[in-house]
């Protein structure tokens, strides 16, 4: 009797993907109801409240970051239409989807800790990109989108490597860099998956698509891309330092040169962002 060969994770993911049975997760119904809102142009500050009030949890998060570091002006808000009034519809329509899609990626599961490790680089992508949005001549709710979104696949890829070790005892035990050179191999073809399902603008899906090619001429939006790309490299520096200093952010290949000033003003409260998407249930998923 022959010996039966090692389970292949990485066939296992393909087979995936080739039968369409990626899980994605649903794209944040409020937010995209806030958008929605956004888009006719024809609303209140009571009605932009009373919708994101229709999210306990939503309403809560929005009142929490008006008060931190990033919007805090004046004495604190006490309201959900003060919040909202201080951060303005664009950024509420931009943490509602940052709200939504961190309930995904601070889920339970055994690869927890490395999907919130990826959810934290998604947001100080997304904060850095708003910070040198104009300066490029870009609308900062789409680079805060374009940071939160380009990586995300990699939150898929660990949920689908959670599903098939869900469904069978033959997957062997791998070290957390082991589990992330997988999902470095398969996170931009499982980030189109879910652009395609959740209907993203192009400019977005290229983002999502392209950030690791090497030809990106072809992009809906050349400049977008190379935002991402710039904050992608600031972001893999935090990665192993806790301070930046003007030769590391020089040594940025697609920061130019008078961002740098701009990158560390961000990092100066970038922490207090970060936190204030902290819940007492986000290290649940990770214990």
Not at 140 to 156: E, M, N, Q, T
Not at 178 to 191: P, T
Request: proline share 4%; net charge negative; glycine share 8%.
């Amino acid at each position: 009797m022959g010996t039966a060969a090692p389970f292949d994770l990485d066939q296992a993911i393909v087979d995936l993907v080739s039968r369409g049975a990626v899980k994605v997760p649903p794209y944040p119904a409020v937010a995209f109801q806030i958008e929605k809102l956004i888009r006719t142009g024809d609303y209140g500050l009571d009605e932009l409240a009373k919708l994101v009030s229709s999210d306990q949890v939503l309403a809560a998060d929005v009142l929490r970051v008006s008060n931190s570091a990033l919007y805090a002006r004046g004495g604190p808000v006490n309201s959900v239409k003060a919040a909202v009034g201080r951060i303005g519809a664009k950024d509420v329509a931009r943490l509602a989807l940052a709200f939504g899609l961190g309930a995904h990626a601070n889920a339970a599961g055994m690869l927890a800790p490395l999907r919130r490790k990826v959810w934290m680089d998604s947001l100080a992508s997304a904060m850095l990109g708003q910070a040198l949005a104009r300066g490029r001549g870009l609308a900062p709710d789409v680079a805060f989108s374009a940071g939160l979104l380009h990586d995300f696949g990699k939150v898929v890829a660990l949920a689908c490597i959670e599903e098939i070790i869900h469904r069978r005892n033959d997957v062997p035990a791998r070290s957390a860099e082991a589990w992330g050179e997988i999902v470095e191999r398969y996170h931009v073809e499982l980030g189109v998956v879910m652009a395609a399902r959740w209907d993203l603008p192009p400019l977005l899906a290229d983002v999502i698509s392209l950030h690791h090619a090497e030809a990106t001429a072809a992009a809906a939006d050349r400049a977008l891309l190379d935002l991402v790309i710039a904050v992608d490299e600031v972001t893999m520096m935090l990665g192993d330092r806790t301070h930046l200093t003007t030769e590391d952010l020089g040594a940025a290949a697609y920061l130019h040169a008078h961002e740098g000033d701009l990158i560390s003003q961000a990092l100066t409260v970038l922490p207090s962002f970060v936190a204030s998407f902290e819940t007492p249930d986000a290290w649940k998923g990770a214990r």
